[in-house]
Nanobody, 118 residues
Framework: QVQLVESGGGWAQTGGSLRLSCAAS????????MSWYRQAPGKQRELVAT???????NYGDSVWGRFTISRDNAENTLYLQMKSLKPEDTAVYYC????????????WGQGTQVTVSS
């Protein structure tokens, strides 16, 4: 069982930056596809970014070119560097770890709030 704990959320001004971290315990993130999702009030949870075990990355259209996902397997930590923040980036951000064999292993963190305003 993998436990995920997000940190680094808070308030940022429009155009500012924040860096989110997701610390994992109970298993190595190196074997998981890791992702960041977000959910704004009244909206569905959406995929922000994904990084595979081979370090291939993919981003949602709304964050392309502004956010960067990375992983430090030695520290067992996932990161999301967010730049040029916009008010529409305001949401709770969740860390996800997914691993598929004959069974799907799917773990979530508790979320961290990001608020962007001018």
């Amino acid at each position: 069982q993998v436990q995920l704990v997000e940190s680094g959320g808070g308030w940022a001004q429009t155009g500012g930056s924040l860096r989110l971290s997701c610390a994992a315990s109970g298993g190595p993130i190196s074997i998981y596809t890791m992702s960041w999702y977000r959910q704004a009030p009244g909206k569905q949870r959406e995929l922000v970014a994904t990084i595979t075990t081979e370090d291939n990355t993919n981003y949602g259209d709304s964050v392309w070119g502004r956010f960067t996902i990375s992983r430090d397997n030695a520290e067992n930590t996932l990161y999301l560097q967010m730049k040029s923040l916009k008010p529409e980036d305001t949401a709770v951000y969740y860390c996800n770890a997914k691993y598929r064999t004959s069974k799907i292993y799917d773990y979530w963190g508790q979320g961290t709030q990001v608020t962007v305003s001018s």
